[in-house]
């Protein structure tokens, strides 16, 4: 725990200018992002006296190891560059809004030729509409189902587009009259997309302009005496009479706003938000978040809109945004709010009538979910926090293991041999920092050799890094890994401002691995090697569930209802599902391998115009080299290299009828990679070495 004095800057040091700083722990990671009017005035209400400060930020200051900032012209660059740094580096004292991307939308995909209506989550992308958010998926299902029969756009997935397409048939929806069957153009692509864009406006909330045409069409119907058609208008007014009814009016003359309600108590703050378009309540959602410093309701608001509309543009930032209290100051959130759509944003709190009244709705929403979360997260706050106290009194350790790492080795009967790696922090997995590991030293099964392999090059590269310039990998290659000889995910490229644990640098204080005293020896044995004697390690073994410590005869044993056993096993039971995914993802792999798949710029169109001409792998190796060369885009060197290729790989064994025992030809048309197998008893073939026939132990 680093003293705030001993890297505090000097009083002269700090500029009294608008800035974004950032504050760092021991091993270089941003841990906190903030932005000031006053760097000067800002940075000192961090290093006064820790006893009058909030308890989250004495956590904070007392965890970081240095702060840095950056200097900008105005409020409105520093909020938006604190916006990106908090994305970019997401420090874990910032305030972050959970479970923001499980919202569903209903999303219109206007950027494909014909426009699809679907239920969409996560970010969002470019050149879809986006509807919502909804509570549930089947909310925006139930509306979808309505508006189909006046507006019937496509709802169909490619692959069942494109087969429609081929087979001259549409679907379902297709032939009920919910579905305008472009596959089969019984419309065009530009019909289409009037369609799609029709039912957009009637999503933004111009649904009069449809109501009333569709009432003229059917009263010219019945006059006309086309009564089935008049039936017909009829009932699709009174779909859209009741998907509008979903939505109920609450604020007249069609406003388009968002509303931003906080309840807070000292340690968290609930953000509802209501989104109003047309006058109708269109979506909503909720975030819960963690308040790390004394932070006011204006401050928690500007939080609350950089994450609503840090990623948005145009008409997606609505033209007023009512919130309980302002930011302060309020000037550069509102110039911001106004360059993200174009055009002037009103951000003010409504003082009466309808807009104050829905305003209240929306706080009573934000004060029930900070209820209920606290129902639910509180205990288990509470429970992490114990679990990791538990650990620590255990294995006697110095202080709470806030940073865990498993590992864990998994094989199929020696094949395949693999290692997984995966990280809690705080007793929450970090899913981000997961690793995986091909065991390359030696062949064979060997569980205590391998896991001292794995050790071995995981604290290796721990020390690579750290002797390093630094031990973090540029963000511009953050989200493209490339992958090691030795089958480890791996970034690229270091930098000294790339505060992101990547790679291998961030160390744990505590090694757990999956296994008893042998796997702990090796693990322990490992960092021993490499010098590393400040990092506990031990074993959780599967069938006591007994805890082993490097050096003891005996295990420790914590009782079944111990809240740290509880998380030892959730983090040992994530490391084995991880391993087993990986496992089976590259045993899956060897089956689908073939001989051609060595062959140099041999790529997928010429594997299987080699198969169609030949039929079979078995006659394309048995041909000669001016017989390759027939087929399309072979050349003699590529058929020279080809006939090297399966000379030298083992031809597959021979597919037998379990039933009587005769050896079966090679069916033409095999892909390239299957090999014959057995014939079971009904004459079905069962390919030899399947994963359901070998399954075997995994570990």
């Known amino acids: 725990m680093a003293d705030p004095s001993s890297y505090r800057p000097k009083p002269g040091e700090i500029p009294d200018t608008p800035g974004v700083y ?22 000192a209400n961090y290093f006064q006296d820790l ?79 986006y509807f919502g958010p909804y509570g549930h998926a089947w909310a925006i299902r139930d509306t979808v189902d309505l508006l189909l029969r006046v507006f019937p756009v496509r709802t169909c997935s490619a692959g069942v587009f494109k087969n429609a397409a081929r087979t001259g048939r549409p679907c379902l929806l297709g032939y009920i009259g919910k579905c305008s069957a472009p596959c089969v153009d019984r419309v065009s692509a530009e019909e289409h997309r009037e369609l799609a864009d029709e039912f957009c406006d009637f999503m933004t909330g111009r649904t009069n302009t449809y109501i009333r045409r569709l009432e003229k069409q059917m009263v010219e119907a019945a006059d006309e005496m086309e009564y089935e058609r008049a039936a017909r208008l009829r009932d699709d007014i009174g779909a859209l009479k009741k998907a509008m009814e979903k939505s109920a009016v609450v604020l007249a003359d069609a406003t388009d706003a968002d509303l ?105 929403n934000a004060q029930q979910a900070l209820v209920l979360h606290k129902t639910k997260r509180a205990s288990d706050l509470t429970t992490r926090s114990r679990a990791l106290e538990e650990i620590a009194d255990a294995l006697d350790l110095d202080s709470a293991p806030l940073r865990i790492e498993c590992y864990d080795i998994s094989h199929l009967q020696g094949d395949d041999v693999v290692a997984s790696m995966v990280v809690f922090e705080d007793g929450l997995a970090r899913k981000s920092e997961y690793r995986r590991f091909q065991i ?60 992101r ?15 008893g005293a042998p796997q702990v020896a090796a693990a ?48 040992r039971d994530e490391a084995h599902r991880f391993a087993i995914t990986y496992q089976r993802a590259k045993r899956a792999k060897r089956f689908r391998s073939s001989p051609l798949d060595d062959v140099p710029g041999l790529g997928d169109t010429r594997k299987q115009a080699l198969l169609k001409h030949f039929g079979s792998l078995k006659k394309l190796r048995s041909a000669t080299i001016d017989q390759i060369c027939e087929v399309p885009g072979i050349g003699r060197k590529t058929a020279e290299t080809i006939a090297a290729a399966l000379a030298q790989a083992a031809p597959a064994a021979p597919a037998v009828n379990t039933a009587t025992g005769e050896i079966m030809e090679e069916e033409p048309g095999t892909e390239a990679g299957s090999e014959p197998g057995t014939m079971g008893s009904g004459g079905e073939p069962v390919t030899m070495g399947a994963p359901d026939e070998r399954r075997g132990q995994e570990t």
Not at 322 to 335: F, I, K, S, T, Y
């Open 440 to 499: 390359k030293g030696f062949a064979g099964q060997d569980d205590v050799r391998s896991m001292h392999e794995v050790i071995t090059r995981r604290f290796r590269r721990y020390l690579a890094e750290k002797e390093k310039t630094g031990e973090w990998t540029d963000g511009e290659n953050a989200e493209t890994p490339e992958i090691d000889s030795n089958g480890e995910i791996v970034g690229t490229g270091l930098t000294e401002d790339d505060g």
């Open 22 to 43: 950032r504050f760092r722990d021991e091993h270089r990671r941003v841990i906190y992002v903030g932005k000031a009017k006053s760097l000067r005035q800002r940075l």
């Open 260 to 364: 931003i309600a906080v309840a807070e108590d000292e340690l968290e703050a609930a953000v509802q938000i209501f989104h109003v378009r047309g006058g109708r309540v269109r979506g909503q959602r909720g975030w819960v978040t963690d308040k790390v410093e004394e932070i006011t309701t204006g401050a928690l608001v500007e939080h609350a809109l950089q994450q609503l509309y840090g990623e948005e543009t145009g008409d997606a930032v609505p033209k007023e945004v009512l919130v309980p209290a302002l930011p302060d100051p309020v000037e550069p959130v509102q110039e911001w709010l106004t360059g993200r759509r174009g055009s002037i944003v009103s951000l003010r709190v409504p003082q009466r009538g309808d807009k104050k009244a829905l305003m209240e709705t929306v706080q009573r």
């Open 51 to 129: 006893a009058g400060t909030h308890p989250r930020t004495r956590t904070m200051v007392t965890t970081a190891a240095s702060v840095e900032w950056t200097v900008v012209s105005t409020e409105v660059e520093a909020l938006q560059l604190e916006y990106s740094w908090i994305k970019e580096y997401d420090p874990r004292f910032n305030v972050k809004y959970r479970d923001d991307k499980s919202y569903p939308y209903l999303a219109v995909t206007m950027n494909e030729e014909y426009p699809r209506v679907q239920v969409m989550r996560g970010h969002k992308k470019k050149g879809v509409r």
């Open 524 to 571: 322990r044995r490992a960092l021993d090697e490499l010098g590393i004697d400040d990092i506990a390690v031990c074993g959780l073994a599967k069938r006591l569930e007994e805890v082993w410590v490097p050096g003891d005869d005996d295990p420790v044993v914590l009782p079944r209802t111990s809240e740290g056993l509880y998380l030892l096993q959730r983090v």
């Open 501 to 515: 644990p990547k790679k291998f640098a961030y160390p744990p204080q505590l090694v757990v691995v999956d296994g």
